[in-house]
Each structure stands twice: as structure tokens, then as C-alpha cells.
């Protein structure tokens, strides 16, 4: 059986990419309410004015990825990110719309990441001044195919920004991030699981499977006991 153990707890991860800074600002409010390690995602072609022209140059960027979503090379260069994504449990993606789409640089970092955050938790925030947001989903499910994405997704608006300190909190507990982030605190590194049950007896083949309470069976120091893993 494969779980993810992490002796501090889960641990979150916060990625983002901001052009107007209304991001910025609601990432800024979210680390207030969490404790998440945050990472800015910056081009790496320094000083675009992506607003000039009606936006022509972030236009031109979304347009090359939608051409060939599959190609590296459609994706605009961003500044390297070091980091190990093995440590996280959670990832929340904050993105910009571009033209209904998600921002590029964020998408760049995901094509090159997301393959990484297979069997993880995946929440989303995207900020637009009035489009929907289904495509700037979808691009997120596209680059990270094998995310367990938790619904339901945060869409702020440009005009809610500077009051969204209220929206992220009732979203955080939507999306029963408090249930989530506590599965891993509840798992010491001493301990190896040998076994999870569901809340009907059933053995399930991953604590991430599971909803409401485990029954998880661990070995620790030659005994055998089990917790009720609650999510």
C-alpha cells in the first residue's frame, strides 16, 4: 500500500503567477489564513508590458499553447524553481485569466511540474476581472492529469480582491482544507501503515481514497495499533 508520511504534518504548497498583483494580494490574505510554503512564478524575459496593445504579447503566449498544447517549446521560459514537490501534499495553483485561459508563465511551470503532483491535492484560485474560468480549470486538469483537484474552485473577481479576505476562509472550508491538511499531522515518520479501512470495514487500497474517517493500522517499534484518520 502506497501513503504519503509526513512527520510534520502535510505540508501545502502555494504556487502562483501575478502580472496586475491581484494574485499577489490574495495570496498574500491566503498565507495569512494557513501555514503554506509560497512559491512566485516569474518569466524569465524581463520587463513585458503584456497589457500593451490590448495585451498583445500575453495573447501571442496563449495562442502558441493552445496550437500545441504538447510541445515545450510553446511554453514561454520562467526562472527556475527549486524545490522538492515530494514534500507536498497539497498544492493550491492561484492563476490569472489570460483570454479564458490560464496565465502562460504559471502554465509553463506546470507543464514542467504537474507531472510531479500526481496523487496530490490540488486546489484551485483563478482571478479575472468578469470571464468564466472552466478553461482556466481544464488547463489545470490538462497539466496535472493525475491530481486529486478539490472542489469546489475559487474564482475572484478583480473587483472582490481587496475584500477577499472572507471568500478564501468559507473557500477553505469548502473544499475541508483544515480535514485534509490534518490526515498527514496525524501520521508520525516512526510509523510504517500496513493498512486502511474505511469507515464500513472495507480495506481501501489508499488513505487518499478515502472520505470522512480511516481506520489506518500502523506499525511502530514492533506493535501493532490503529488510528481513525479523519479528512
Given at each position: 500500500m502506497m501513503m504519503s508520511i509526513m512527520a510534520a504534518g502535510a505540508r501545502t504548497l502555494v504556487v502562483y503567477y501575478s502580472f496586475t498583483n491581484n494574485v499577489h494580494t490574495i495570496v498574500s490574505d491566503l498565507s495569512t489564513q494557513i501555514d503554506a510554503d509560497v512559491v512566485r512564478i516569474e518569466p524569465a524575459e524581463k520587463g513585458i508590458d503584456y497589457a500593451a496593445n490590448n495585451y498583445a504579447a500575453g495573447s501571442a503566449l496563449i495562442s502558441a499553447i493552445r496550437n500545441n498544447p504538447s510541445d515545450p517549446a510553446s511554453y514561454p521560459a520562467i526562472d527556475p524553481v527549486e524545490m522538492n514537490m515530494a514534500a507536498y501534499d497539497v498544492v493550491i495553483v492561484a492563476a490569472p485569466l489570460w483570454w479564458s485561459n490560464m496565465a502562460a508563465p504559471?502554465?509553463?511551470?506546470?507543464f514542467q511540474r504537474g507531472g510531479e503532483m500526481a496523487g496530490k491535492h490540488i486546489a484551485l484560485i483563478v482571478s479575472s476581472a468578469s470571464s468564466g474560468i472552466s478553461n482556466v480549470v481544464a488547463d489545470a486538469k490538462r497539466l496535472i492529469p493525475q491530481g486529486i483537484f478539490l472542489e469546489p474552485n475559487l474564482w475572484i473577481r478583480s473587483s472582490q480582491v481587496s475584500n477577499c479576505h472572507s471568500m478564501i476562509a468559507q473557500w477553505l472550508s469548502d473544499i475541508n482544507y483544515t480535514g485534509i491538511a490534518s490526515v498527514g499531522a496525524a501520521v508520525s515518520g516512526d510509523e510504517v501503515p500496513v493498512a486502511a479501512y474505511n469507515a464500513c470495514g472495507q480495506k481501501i487500497a489508499s488513505l487518499r481514497s478515502a472520505s470522512g474517517f480511516s481506520?489506518?493500522?500502523?506499525?511502530?517499534?514492533?506493535?501493532?495499533?490503529?488510528?481513525?484518520i479523519y479528512r
Open positions: 504559471l502554465q509553463t511551470f506546470l481506520i489506518v493500522q500502523f506499525k511502530k517499534g514492533g506493535n501493532t495499533y490503529s488510528k481513525k
